[in-house]
């Protein structure tokens, strides 16, 4: 583990901040992934830390997987919309597999990385969740 990566686990550790499970991919850009769960009315949301050598380090959500349908795209499409167009930090959308995403990429230069803005992101984005997660149940399970 190197660059940002070596940063942010010497973060957590620093700050005694547990609960992430780290996965070295190997990659040709030194992808790093710190992955944990947050608890969702009743469900676990998948939410990882992405770094490697390129200048971004991406906070990703996973709330729903394969989650589109004839029935909902509409409804999920004019939630995701409304939700991106309020805010600036994150953008919800769907993955290819039709799985609801949220993610924050957070720019830097090699020199100005801070592990502290990424765990600030995180802990927004976890807000960001609990504010928003229910809407996207209702779409999902309530059809």
């Known amino acids: 583990m190197k660059g940002t990566a070596k940063l942010f686990a010497s973060y957590l550790e620093m700050n005694k901040i547990e609960g992430f499970a780290i996965e070295e991919l190997g990659d040709e850009v030194h992808s790093v992934i710190f992955r944990t769960q947050i608890p969702l009315r009743g469900q676990t949301v998948p939410l990882a830390v992405i770094c490697d050598d390129t200048m971004y380090t991406l906070v990703r959500a996973n709330l729903a997987t394969e989650a589109l349908s004839d029935k909902n795209a509409f409804a999920l499409s004019s939630l995701m919309?409304?939700?991106?167009?309020?805010?600036?930090?994150?953008?919800?959308?769907?993955?290819?597999?039709?799985?609801?995403?949220?993610?924050?990429?957070?720019?830097?230069?090699?020199?100005?990385?801070?592990?502290?803005?990424?765990?600030?992101?995180?802990?927004?984005?976890?807000?960001?969740?609990?504010?928003?997660?229910?809407?996207?149940?209702?779409?999902?399970?309530?059809?």
């Open 81 to 143: 919309m409304r939700l991106n167009h309020s805010s600036k930090l994150f953008k919800y959308y769907l993955a290819p597999d039709g799985s609801i995403l949220l993610d924050a990429c957070i720019p830097y230069d090699a020199k100005h990385f801070s592990p502290k803005l990424v765990m600030t992101i995180v802990n927004v984005m976890v807000k960001e969740l609990e504010k928003e997660y229910g809407n996207f149940v209702r779409i999902l399970w309530d059809e």
